[in-house]
C-alpha cells in the first residue's frame, strides 16, 4: 500500500513540479519517513537531494513569471512525464522488466496528465493582464505537491485515491480547454458576415 501511495503520488507530483517531488521524496526516505521501493533509494542521494533542490529554486522564480512560466513548461512537456516513468521504472526494480514497463508507462501517463493540465490552466491564467494569479497559481501548485507528499508519507491509500479522481477530473477539464480553444480560434478565422456576402455575389 505505501509503494501504491509512492508511486501514483509521486508520478501526479512529477507532473507538476518535478524537483521538488525528487527532493520531497529523496528527504523523506533519509529521514526515514518512508521507504522508497526498488532502487528509488537513489532519489536519498544528497547530491540527487541538492540539485533537485537547486533546480526546485529556479522553477520557483520560473514559474511566477507570465509567459515565462508557459515556456518553462512547455520545455518541461518532455522532462515530467520521463521523470515520472522513471519513477515507476525504478520502483520495480525488485520485479523485473515484465511490470517495470507497464508501470513506468502508468506512472508516466500520470505526470503527462498532470503537466498537461497545469499547463493548459496556465495558459488560461496567462490571458489575465495582471501578474498576481501567476504567483498564487504557482504557490498553491506548490502546496498541492506538499500535501501529496505529506499524504504519500501518512496516509498512502488516501494519496492514491486523491490521484485517480485528479485524472477523472482532469479529462473532463482538458475536453473542456480544448472545446474552448477551438471555439476561440474557430470564431477568429471566420469571415465575417459582409465579407461572406461578398464572397456569394462573386
Do not use: C
Request: charged share 10%; net charge neutral.
Amino acid at each position: 500500500m505505501n509503494s501504491l501511495g509512492v508511486l501514483m503520488g509521486g508520478a501526479w507530483g512529477s507532473g507538476v513540479n518535478l524537483y521538488m517531488t525528487t527532493a520531497g521524496l529523496g528527504i523523506a526516505h533519509r529521514m526515514g519517513w518512508l521507504t522508497l521501493p526498488g532502487s528509488m533509494e537513489t532519489l536519498a542521494n544528497p547530491l540527487v537531494i541538492g540539485i533537485a533542490i537547486l533546480l526546485y529554486a529556479v522553477e520557483f522564480v520560473a514559474d511566477k513569471i507570465p509567459f515565462v512560466d508557459s515556456a518553462w513548461d512547455t520545455v518541461h512537456t518532455f522532462i515530467r512525464p520521463v521523470g515520472g516513468m522513471a519513477l515507476g521504472y525504478m520502483a520495480m526494480a525488485d520485479v523485473g522488466p515484465a511490470i517495470q514497463y507497464p508501470v513506468a508507462i502508468l506512472t508516466g501517463s500520470i505526470a503527462l496528465d498532470s503537466h498537461l493540465t497545469k499547463a493548459t490552466a496556465r495558459a488560461a491564467i496567462n490571458t489575465s493582464p495582471e501578474p498576481f494569479s501567476n504567483s498564487v497559481a504557482s504557490v498553491t501548485e506548490d502546496a498541492s505537491v506538499f500535501g501529496v507528499m505529506y499524504l504519500i508519507i501518512k496516509h498512502p491509500i488516501i494519496a492514491a485515491i486523491l490521484v485517480i479522481l485528479f485524472v477523472l477530473f482532469s479529462i473532463w477539464f482538458l475536453k473542456t480547454m480544448f472545446r474552448f480553444i477551438k471555439k476561440i480560434f474557430g470564431k477568429s478565422g471566420a469571415k465575417p458576415p459582409e465579407t461572406q456576402q461578398q464572397a456569394v455575389n462573386s
